[in-house]
Each structure stands twice: as structure tokens, then as C-alpha cells.
């Protein structure tokens, strides 16, 4: 305030009111009254006054607003290059004009010129802003534009990125901007042409994690929640400790048991009415027509009797009885035409009998068929009460390998005692002879047109081929073991240890005439016996008999191969022996009643499957308890490898197996890396060993088998070794040599 009083002139001049004569007669009234000029208040001024001045200041705006708009509007890719020839760039941009783009460059601070960031404005005006390689979509959390029609837009792009790029606070955005340029490498890389699968999974499984940590929130793809829910299933503590290791970025526990509960997988809901075979109806709709034909496969596991509460349930009564379950039921379905095998029902009782049995199995059977499922043979272990189950099937009650089906008479239902039990059965019935020498007498199975001999198979000989040579490097008879010839009772279940027995190396080593015992023409014989019949009903795969090169062990394609001429064999090989009428060194009555009845009904299944169904071959390995007894194993496992287990934890771990089944991943091939061996000297000088004349002198009697070794050996060296380098290196001079040391 300077108190300096400035006075303006009215722009409009007007007459002051005493400046009109009105005191004159017969004037007009405008000109005689009085007239008082209304005055406005301060306030009213002031906001008529400020009122004007903001109208104004608005339109100046709106005027400068529309100049500027105008001044820096680009509509063509000609104003765009008017408008940045007057652009002033820093040192951080260098600017690229062509006839198709406009390019603003940033290169880093090194010799070779790379490019760090770029901004480019394409001839249609479409914006892109590159890190590297990378298409950036946002920075932080502002999206940046597709197009430009604003040249101030390009302006701001500009300082945004240079912003970024140089400010040291920024380090979450250039964190971000780094992880997405890696994700984009990942991408890029597993869509090339890596030569195995498995590295592509695993480029997959390292940008899914990296994906994960750009997302704020914990979103995790579908495919990786499958996963996750698998291992939980698997072992829920292996989850939570890779979890706890923050090596990887998994769901939490209850996210995937959240996912779990939702698939209603728990068998223990099936034992009510209206739920029962849910999941068996969930399973038929995801079948294909040539899997619906199964196997019904039934066995039994023991319990842990007792009662459990557990999430406001009591688990533990049997479904016939009040009482606690001692055992279970368990029923499982085999496809024979493909490799899937679940299990349908668990039953729980105290005490079951045969009739009972069979109407649980009759209702199930139905139930089966019912929703699409065609049971083609019930399969079971040489238990009494199965084989009176299966026999009501017939009118009056008997034993049969085939009965009328119980849901369409005019087809067969075959009944087949399980072939692993029955192989465990004749190792046990040899070893418990109470003979001399454990011996069992047994007719010529090759001589069976005439009248055969008798032969004899003493388990002592084995005992003495073992001992012979238990403490050599290299034996005979590998498989045979102390174990093996000496089992425990909880030992005979394994059926691993009857197959030491049932060998083809112990085979060779009694054909070996380097071998000189007692009966061993006759052992050989009857564990070739049984092995060949092994080989038959235990192919699964049909490339089995291929790969192993023995035509025994392919499926049955047709009724006049030879495998069905060997089973034909021998049931009436059996038949002869059963004639024999021998009171000791024999099979039990139940063992040689299952041997006879399973070959046959294989055989009569097999013409069945082949003749009515269509198939173009069978596979004998399907019709057997292996998977189930399978199934107990991994209860037991999963129950924390205890044998005794209870219903309620065999409900828990059928429903983690169950989601297994449901949420399958893609197999992957899981190849470990080797790396080649290329310099043979340094190996063999590594393993040089010196031997003598007199070293073979006292090996003689193993010549064969080591000779054996030595050169399968020396086939897989020579396999593995370059061509041109394999030829210089393994050479075989032929001379004066002792082949019948080794013959």
C-alpha cells in the first residue's frame, strides 16, 4: 500500500440528478417526480465484480485452453514430425527420425551400443515403449496409451520413463519391469524347439513361479494349483517343509485342502445309500467304451478294530453289525484294455459270510452295470469263503470258472483265483514238505502222450546250489538268497521272494554242468514248470514279450498260440498228477484245485474276450490281485508304514489316492544327464587289474557267468563310445582259445 488515491473516469458520462429543471408548472411528470437511484451494497458489488472477473478468466482459459489443444494436436504422421523437430531432448534420449517411425532411444553406458529403453510412435501414431526386448503395458500403476493425438502425451511418456529408469526410489517399478523382461525370455524360450519335454515343463514350472511373484495378490494357474494339490496329497508334511523353505511360492495348506474338499473324493460318504458308487458314476462318465470292460477284483485287509472320532464323525462300526470293523472289503475295478484300475466300494464288517458276501457282490455287480460298466470276471485270492461267495452264483451252489451274469443272463461272469497267490501257494506248499529233502513228486510234464515218469523237485537242492556258492563275486544263481529259501511267515506274503526261487538264472545253474546235486534234473524241471506258466499269466503290457524277446510272455492274439497250448497242458497235466493219487510230496488239495481251475478259466476268458468281445489280444496280467494288493501297501505306507490300520485312516489315504486319479498331470520323462566317456586309457588304467593263468584256473566253474558279465559289459562300453574311437580301442583277437571253459 503506497496511499497514493487513483481516480478514474467513468466511461459513460451521466447527468447528475439536480442538473434537471423540475421546479417549473406544467412540466411533464417524468420530469416533476423525484426519482432515488438505488445503490448496490458493498457485498452485492463485490460479488457481482467477482462473478464478471471469473466469466472473464474463464473464457480466457477456454480461449488459451483451445490454442494450446490446437497448437499441440497431431492428427497425421506429418504434424507428429513437425511437432518433434522443436522438441528439446535430454542427454538420456537420442532421437531416431525414419519415413515409418519416429524412435526415441536409450543406450546404455557401455562400449558396444545397446539399446535400454525406446519409445516409438509408428506412422498410424500407435506408442509402444520397449525395455530391452519387452513391450511395457503400465508403469507402476498409470497404463500407457496406445496412440498418441496429443504431442504433450509424448512429452509425459518421455519423462515418465526417463524417471524411472533414473530415479534409485523406483527400484520396485525397474524390480517389475526386470522380472517381466524375464518372463517374456521364458516364454520365448519354451516355445523353441527344446529337444526333450521335460526341459520345456521346467521352463514352464520357472515362469509360472516368476509370474506369481508379479502378481500382488497370490493368483496361481490352474495347472500349478493341480500340482500343488497332488504333492500336498502325497505327503502333507514334504508340502509344508518345501513350503517353510521359501524356495518356491506354493498355496497355503488350506487353500489346497479347501480344493480337495470340494471333489467329495472320501469313500466313507459312499457307505450311505443314496451315495453309493458316486465315485464309481464320476469315473464311468470319463471312460472311454474300450475301458469300460473290467475286472472285479476283491480282497480283504485287516483292521485296527476301534472306534475314532475325528471332525464330528465317528468312523469305525462294521455295515453288518454294531460292533467295530476287523476287517475290510475292498473292491477295486481293473480295465483290460487300458491302464486304469480304482477302487468302487470299501465294505467294513465284523463278520461276514459267505451268503452275505455274495449279495453284497450280486448288488454291486448290478450297480456296475447299471451306469455303464461291464464286469467281465471276478477276481479273488484261493479264500474259502470268496470261492462260496462266487458259487451261489450257480443253481444249486458249485464251484465253476464261469456263471450266468447277474444283470444279462445270456453272458458269462468268469471267476479267477489270483495268480500271484497261487504262485506264493506252490513255494509255500514245496517248502513246507515234511519229507526228505522237501521233496515234491511230480509227473514228466514233457512225456504226458505216453505214460510219464516220475520226477522229483527237492527245495534242499537249492538250499546246497546256494550255500555253494553264497560267498563268490559272481554266482549262478543270483536271486537265490538266505531269505528267499528261508522266509518268515510275514516274508511268504512277498511274492518277490518266491520269484527269487522261480528264476530262470536258478534254471540255468541247475542245467549248468558245472552243477552236481541231487534231483537237480527234476528241480530244473519243475521250476521251469512253473516259471513258463508265470511268464504266461503274468504279461501286462503288450509289448512285454518283444522287448524281452521270449514269445511266451506276448498276449494271447489268437485261441491256437502257443500260450494257450501250454495252459491246455497243464490242466491235463494236472489231471494226470491228481490221478497219481500220491499221499505226501504233493500240492495241497486247495493249491492243485486253484492251479487247475485258473488255467482253465484263462483259457476259456481268453476265448471269450477274443471271440465275443472282439479284442485283438488279452492280457492274463490283468487278471490277477496285484493292483489291490498294491493298494493295501500304499494304505499302509501312507498310514505311517504300519500294518494294522484303521477304517478311518484307510478312508483318508482312498480319498488322497482318489484325488490323485482326479486331479492327473501329464507323465514326464525324468532322464538323469550322463555325460560320456571318451578317453579309454584313463579308464582302464584306473580299473587295470592283472589276471593270471592260475586266477582262472581256480574261477573254472564260474567261467560262464563271468564271461557272461565281462561281455555284456563290454557291450554297453562299446555302445556308449564314439564309432571311429570304439574301433581303435575294443579289438577281439581269435586264436587258440579254450571255449569249453566258458560252454
Known amino acids: 500500500m503506497t496511499g497514493k488515491v487513483i481516480e478514474v473516469p467513468l466511461k459513460l458520462r451521466r447527468l447528475k440528478p439536480s442538473a434537471i429543471p423540475s421546479v417549473f408548472p406544467n412540466c411533464p411528470a417524468y420530469l416533476s417526480r423525484q426519482e432515488t437511484s438505488a445503490r448496490e451494497s458493498p457485498e452485492e458489488k463485490r460479488a457481482r465484480l467477482d462473478a464478471e472477473a471469473l466469466q472473464e478468466a474463464i473464457q480466457l482459459s477456454a480461449q488459451s485452453h483451445e490454442a494450446e489443444e490446437k497448437k499441440n494436436a497431431i492428427a497425421t ?147 500349478f494349483m493341480v500340482f500343488c494339490s497332488l504333492v500336498y496329497t502325497i505327503s502333507p508334511h514334504a508340502y509344508r517343509f518345501i513350503r517353510s523353505t521359501a524356495k518356491l ?23 450311505e445309500e443314496d451315495a453309493f458308487l458316486f465315485y464309481a458314476r464320476r469315473l464311468a462318465s470319463t471312460l472311454k467304451d474300450h475301458e469300460r470292460f473290467v475286472t472285479l477284483m476283491m480282497d480283504e485287509i485287516h483292521l485296527q478294530a476301534s472306534f475314532q472320532y475325528k471332525g464330528g464323525c465317528v468312523t469305525g ?121 522237501r521233496c515234491i ?108 524277446r521270449d514269445p511266451f510272455q506276448e498276449p494271447i492274439s489268437a485261441l491256437n498260440c502257443h500260450q494257450i497250448d501250454y495252459l491246455n497242458k497243464i490242466v491235463d497235466w494236472l489231471d494226470y498228477w491228481q490221478s497219481l493219487k500220491h499221499d505226501a510230496g504233493q500240492l495241497t488239495r486247495e493249491t492243485h484245485t486253484a492251479l487247475h481251475h485258473t488255467s482253465h478259466a484263462l483259457v476259456e476268458v481268453s476265448a471269450y474276450c477274443i471271440e465275443e468281445l472282439g479284442f485283438k489280444y488279452v492280457l492274463l496280467g490283468k487278471f490277477q490281485t496285484d493292483s489291490l494288493e498294491d493298494r493295501f501297501g500304499r494304505y499302509r505306507q501312507l498310514c505311517g508304514s504300519q500294518y494294522h490300520v484303521s477304517i478311518r485312516q484307510i478312508y483318508e489315504c482312498e480319498q488322497k489316492l482318489r484325488l490323485q486319479k482326479l486331479l492327473d498331470l501329464p507323465n514326464l520323462d525324468a532322464t538323469a544327464p550322463c555325460l560320456p566317456t571318451t578317453d579309454v586309457q584313463v579308464v582302464v588304467k584306473q580299473f587295470d587289474v592283472a589276471v593270471t593263468d592260475d586266477d582262472v584256473k581256480q574261477k573254472e566253474a564260474m567261467l560262464p557267468a563271468i564271461t557272461y558279465v565281462a561281455g555284456y559289459c563290454a557291450h554297453a562300453a562299446v555302445k556308449n563310445l564314439p564309432v571311429l574311437h570304439a574301433e581303435k580301442t575294443w579289438l577281439l583277437r581269435i586264436g587258440a582259445l579254450n571255449w569249453k571253459m566258458i560252454c
Open 441 to 548: 513228486f511230480f509227473p514228466d510234464f514233457s512225456s504226458l502222450t505216453e505214460t510219464p515218469s516220475v520226477l522229483t523237485a527237492s527245495f534242499n537242492t537249492l538250499c546246497k546250489l546256494h550255500e555253494g556258492e553264497k560267498d563268490e563275486l559272481l554266482r549262478l544263481a543270483p536271486t537265490l538268497s538266505f531269505k528267499a529259501l528261508n522266509p518268515s511267515n510275514l516274508e511268504r506274503q512277498n511274492v518277490k521272494l518266491a520269484l527269487r526261487i522261480f528264476h530262470s538264472s536258478t534254471v540255468a545253474a541247475l542245467r549248468s554242468t558245472k552243477v552236481t546235486l541231487d534231483h537237480a534234473n527234476g528241480t530244473l524241471e519243475f521250476i521251469s514248470i512253473v516259471l513258463k506258466w508265470w511268464d504266461i499269466v503274468n504279461v501286462k503290457t503288450p509289448l512285454k514279450g518283444q522287448r524281452l
Open 317 to 437: 462300526a462294521a455295515t453288518n453289525s454294531e460292533n467295530a470293523a476287523k476287517t475290510a472289503y475292498v473292491f477295486m475295478l481293473q480295465s483290460l484294455l487300458s491302464s486304469n484300475k480304482d477302487v468302487v466300494h470299501i465294505l467294513p464288517v465284523a463278520q461276514i459270510g459267505a451268503k452275505q458276501l455274495h449279495d453284497f457282490l450280486d448288488l454291486l455287480i448290478r450297480k456296475l452295470e447299471d451306469i455303464g460298466i461291464r464286469v467281465v470276471a471276478v477276481v479273488s485270492d484261493n479264500n474259502s469263503i470268496n470261492r462260496k461267495a462266487m458259487s451261489f452264483f450257480a443253481d444249486p451252489p458249485k464251484l465253476s470258472i464261469v456263471y450266468r451274469h447277474p444283470s444279462d443272463s445270456s453272458r458269462p461272469l468268469f471267476f479267477i483265483l489270483d495268480t500271484v497267490h497261487i504262485l506264493k501257494c506252490i513255494r509255500n506248499n514245496w517248502l513246507n514238505q515234511r519229507n526228505c529233502g
Open 77 to 223: 504422421f506429418e504434424d507428429l514430425l513437425k511437432s518433434v523437430g522443436g522438441l528439446s531432448l535430454t542427454d538420456f534420449w537420442s532421437m531416431v527420425v525414419t519415413q515409418t517411425r519416429v524412435l526415441f532411444l536409450n543406450f546404455r553406458n557401455q562400449e558396444a551400443p545397446v539399446v535400454h529403453c525406446a519409445v516409438t510412435v509408428s506412422s498410424d501414431l500407435s506408442l509402444a515403449v520397449y525395455v530391452g526386448e519387452m513391450r511395457l503395458e503400465s508403469l507402476g500403476s498409470s497404463v500407457l496409451p496406445l496412440t498418441i493425438s496429443d504431442f504433450r502425451v509424448l512429452q509425459k511418456v518421455l519423462c515418465d520413463v526417463e524417471e524411472v529408469t533414473k530415479d534409485s526410489a523406483k527400484n520396485e517399478l525397474q524390480l517389475e519391469i526386470l522380472l517381466k523382461r524375464v518372463v517374456a525370455l521364458l516364454e520365448e524360450l519354451s516355445s523353441s524347439a527344446l529337444p526333450h519335454e521335460w526341459q520345456v515343463e521346467v521352463v514352464k514350472f520357472v515362469t509360472q513361479q516368476l509370474q506369481v511373484l508379479l502378481n500382488k495378490a497370490s493368483i496361481y494357474p490352474a495347472d
Open 249 to 271: 511360492k506354493l498355496p497355503h495348506p488350506q487353500t489346497i485342502r479347501r480344493i480337495c474338499a470340494s471333489y467329495n473324493a472320501s469313500p466313507s460318504r459312499e457307505q
